[in-house]
Structure formats: structure tokens, C-alpha cells
């Protein structure tokens, strides 16, 4: 892997150069999601572009070799878009999502070929999740408590319960979210000993979900192999908040080795997540393998700007059902925080004694 460590170091300088090429102005953690193609929505969003930026410096060890007072700032500039009920708002994000369909799109939704178009509330929550989860890395916290989730132990366990696990990805996403809320939102007004029986539950659930033949979470047929190792991943990200292991570790690293990811961001990303969490202490020579492939999956995406897109020569088109790039070849905030997580992980099971790049807890 020795002229892979010496690639990462290049991306140690490139990456964060993309990074400033992506801001609009002097405001600290203000950033757009791509250089030329961003949309008029595309560039007046902010806050999902600044969770990406802060997260990358973060993972390229960047962050703290700021200026404090730009720290600050950033942490502030994200801190801004909380509302006085505690959810995280990005006002032209949501602006979008609440418009009325145009008539084209009315048209088409009547025969079941509409674009898709996520319920905001929805949005609020994903968004929200991801506010509080990278102000907590920074190690601060929102300036309101969110207290917008189930807190009592049986509307957990019930809102657990009437999530869709024939389907894991997003159920899974869903619920990591609660766990992150329940974890960092919850002890401002409750308890301790009624988080920790919180917490209690949900680990409860997600034991009683695990299956012992793929090492994936799911209720029913076993979904097809990308919603399966999808899936997994958001529950492992639940997981690590929780403080437990994967409940069925070597036969969910069989399930992820079975096949290759496919090469977009997410996907690529969240099979080396589920390999992470499944082997702490590094893989073996097949792991070794597959992160060689992955690496060369990767490496497609990797372009002239010093960044990555989230597609193959195209950055990323849809941030929530908001258009905000025209999908130019170029590459993306989203895209390049994603894979560089990807790589980050891939160090510590590949050349663990070389790995300097940090991991978030997303």
C-alpha cells in the first residue's frame, strides 16, 4: 500500500485547498456545495455544506490548526440555523421542500412518475441530527435543547417498533437519529438513570433485530445485498453511540465481502463503515482486498479540483430532494466529506501503523 499512503498524503493538501476554493466570502463555515455547477437553491443553503467542511478539516486533522476565533465563528454560524424549538433549519432548503409542485410535476405524480420529494419534517429531523452530531465533535452544543423524539421508554420502544425493517436503510437512518438525540439531547431534562433506561431500550431493540446469518439488521425477507449493508451501517452508527459492538460481527463482514459496493458515495462509504466497526483491530489479507478495490472505486472519483464527486465525474445533483448542482464534472462537498471518510477508515484496516487521518461519529 506504499504508494496509497503516498496518494493520501497529496490528499492531505489538495482536499483542504478544494475546501477554500468552495467559499463564497469571509463568513467562517459559510461554503458552497461545488464550485461552478451549484444551483440559486444550491448556493443560499449552508448548513449541510458546513457539517461536510467541518467534518473533512476534522478527518484531515485540519480543524484544529484554525484560529480559534474562526472556530468559533463556525461553530456559531452553525449554532444559527436552530430554531427556538430546538430543530435545526436550513430556511432555503426548507422554502423548496414546502413549495407547491409545478404542473408538470403535479402531472406526473398522477401516473406514479413524480420526482421524488421527502416530507419536511423528515428533513428537519436528518438535518438536525447532523447539526447536533458535528457540533458535538466540536465539542459543543446546540444553543436550544431538541426535544422533538419520544422519551419515555415505551414510545421508544413503540416508535422503534413502527419503523420499516423490511426495509433497514431507512429505518436504520431514522433511528440513529433518535439514539443521537436520546444521547445528547435528552440528560438537559431528564434524568440520568431515565436516559440510561432510554438508551437501555433501544439496544434492547436492536439486539432483537439482529440476524444471526447475514450479521444485519432487518424483520423479513432478507433485503436485497446494498438496502442490507445500507442498513447495517446506519444501525452501527446507532451502535457506536450506544457503546455496543456488532452483535453478529464475522457474519456481517461474509455478508459485506459477498459483493462490491457500488460506486457512488454512500454506498461506497458504508461498506467500509460496516468492515470498521466490524474489525477494530484490522482486517486480514481479504479485507485488505476489497479496501484495494474500494480504493481504486474511489480513486475514479477523485478529480483535477483536488477533490471527489459523489458520482463518477459528476457532482452530486440532490441534497434531500432539493436540486442543488447541475451535476457538472466536478467535484462536491458531500462527495469529497463522504470519501474521505471512506479512505480514513480504510487506513486503520489496511496500514493501521500509518493511519493519522481522525474518524467522525456521525
Given at each position: 500500500m506504499s504508494s496509497d499512503t503516498s496518494w493520501f498524503a497529496k490528499l492531505e493538501e489538495s482536499v483542504p485547498a478544494f475546501l477554500q476554493s468552495l467559499k463564497p466570502g469571509t463568513q467562517a463555515g459559510r461554503y458552497l456545495p461545488c464550485r461552478r455547477g451549484a444551483t440559486a437553491v444550491g448556493k443560499e443553503m449552508g448548513l449541510g455544506w458546513s457539517c461536510f467542511a467541518a467534518k473533512t478539516l476534522h478527518m484531515l486533522n485540519r480543524w484544529d490548526a484554525l484560529e480559534l476565533r474562526e472556530r468559533e465563528q463556525w461553530v456559531e454560524f452553525i449554532q444559527n440555523f436552530q430554531r427556538g424549538d430546538g430543530a435545526f433549519e436550513d430556511p432555503p432548503e426548507m422554502a423548496y421542500l414546502q413549495k407547491p409542485p409545478g404542473f408538470t410535476a403535479r402531472m406526473l405524480r398522477l401516473i406514479g412518475r413524480g420526482p421524488w420529494r421527502p416530507v419536511p419534517h423528515s428533513i428537519l429531523l436528518a438535518e438536525s441530527k447532523q447539526a447536533i452530531a458535528t457540533l458535538a465533535e466540536r465539542g459543543a452544543s446546540p444553543r436550544h435543547v431538541f426535544r422533538d423524539f419520544p422519551a419515555t421508554p415505551g414510545t421508544v420502544k413503540s416508535w422503534l417498533e413502527a419503523q420499516n425493517w423490511a426495509h433497514p436503510w431507512g429505518a436504520g437512518g431514522q433511528s440513529a437519529g433518535l439514539v443521537v438525540f436520546i444521547k445528547t439531547q435528552a440528560p438537559a431534562f431528564l434524568p440520568q438513570r431515565d436516559v440510561?433506561?432510554?438508551?437501555?431500550?433501544?439496544?434492547?431493540?436492536?439486539?432483537?433485530?439482529?440476524?444471526?446469518?447475514?450479521?444485519?439488521?432487518?424483520?423479513?425477507?432478507?433485503?436485497?445485498?446494498?438496502?442490507?449493508?445500507?442498513?447495517?451501517?446506519?444501525?452501527?452508527?446507532?451502535?457506536?453511540?450506544?457503546?455496543?459492538?456488532?452483535?453478529?460481527?464475522?457474519?456481517l463482514v461474509r455478508t459485506c465481502l459477498a459483493h462490491p459496493p457500488h460506486a457512488t458515495g454512500c454506498h461506497l462509504v458504508d461498506a467500509v463503515y460496516v468492515l470498521h466497526?466490524?474489525?477494530?483491530?484490522?482486517?486480514?489479507?481479504?479485507?485488505?482486498?476489497?479496501?484495494?478495490?474500494?480504493?481504486?472505486?474511489?480513486?475514479?472519483?477523485?478529480?483535477?479540483?483536488?477533490?471527489?464527486?459523489?458520482?463518477?465525474?459528476?457532482?452530486?445533483?440532490?441534497?434531500?430532494?432539493?436540486?442543488?448542482?447541475?451535476?457538472?464534472?466536478?467535484?462536491?462537498?458531500?462527495?469529497t466529506c463522504l470519501l474521505v471518510w471512506a479512505l480514513a477508515m480504510i487506513q486503520r484496516l489496511t496500514f493501521p501503523e500509518h493511519a493519522t487521518w481522525r474518524i467522525i461519529k456521525p
Amino acid at each position: 500500500m506504499s504508494s496509497d499512503t503516498s496518494w493520501f498524503a497529496k490528499l492531505e493538501e489538495s482536499v483542504p485547498a478544494f475546501l477554500q476554493s468552495l467559499k463564497p466570502g469571509t463568513q467562517a463555515g459559510r461554503y458552497l456545495p461545488c464550485r461552478r455547477g451549484a444551483t440559486a437553491v444550491g448556493k443560499e443553503m449552508g448548513l449541510g455544506w458546513s457539517c461536510f467542511a467541518a467534518k473533512t478539516l476534522h478527518m484531515l486533522n485540519r480543524w484544529d490548526a484554525l484560529e480559534l476565533r474562526e472556530r468559533e465563528q463556525w461553530v456559531e454560524f452553525i449554532q444559527n440555523f436552530q430554531r427556538g424549538d430546538g430543530a435545526f433549519e436550513d430556511p432555503p432548503e426548507m422554502a423548496y421542500l414546502q413549495k407547491p409542485p409545478g404542473f408538470t410535476a403535479r402531472m406526473l405524480r398522477l401516473i406514479g412518475r413524480g420526482p421524488w420529494r421527502p416530507v419536511p419534517h423528515s428533513i428537519l429531523l436528518a438535518e438536525s441530527k447532523q447539526a447536533i452530531a458535528t457540533l458535538a465533535e466540536r465539542g459543543a452544543s446546540p444553543r436550544h435543547v431538541f426535544r422533538d423524539f419520544p422519551a419515555t421508554p415505551g414510545t421508544v420502544k413503540s416508535w422503534l417498533e413502527a419503523q420499516n425493517w423490511a426495509h433497514p436503510w431507512g429505518a436504520g437512518g431514522q433511528s440513529a437519529g433518535l439514539v443521537v438525540f436520546i444521547k445528547t439531547q435528552a440528560p438537559a431534562f431528564l434524568p440520568q438513570r431515565d436516559v440510561d433506561e432510554l438508551l437501555d431500550v433501544c439496544r434492547d431493540f436492536f439486539a432483537s433485530i439482529a440476524d444471526s446469518g447475514t450479521g444485519a439488521y432487518f424483520r423479513g425477507p432478507v433485503p436485497a445485498h446494498g438496502e442490507l449493508i445500507n442498513g447495517a451501517m446506519k444501525v452501527l452508527t446507532a451502535l457506536a453511540w450506544l457503546d455496543v459492538q456488532p452483535h453478529y460481527a464475522e457474519a456481517l463482514v461474509r455478508t459485506c465481502l459477498a459483493h462490491p459496493p457500488h460506486a457512488t458515495g454512500c454506498h461506497l462509504v458504508d461498506a467500509v463503515y460496516v468492515l470498521h466497526q466490524c474489525l477494530p483491530e484490522g482486517g486480514d489479507a481479504t479485507v485488505r482486498d476489497y479496501c484495494e478495490r474500494v480504493v481504486k472505486l474511489i480513486r475514479v472519483h477523485a478529480n483535477d479540483d483536488g477533490g471527489f464527486s459523489f458520482n463518477v465525474r459528476k457532482a452530486q445533483t440532490n441534497y434531500y430532494g432539493v436540486p442543488v448542482s447541475r451535476g457538472l464534472a466536478e467535484s462536491d462537498l458531500q462527495g469529497t466529506c463522504l470519501l474521505v471518510w471512506a479512505l480514513a477508515m480504510i487506513q486503520r484496516l489496511t496500514f493501521p501503523e500509518h493511519a493519522t487521518w481522525r474518524i467522525i461519529k456521525p
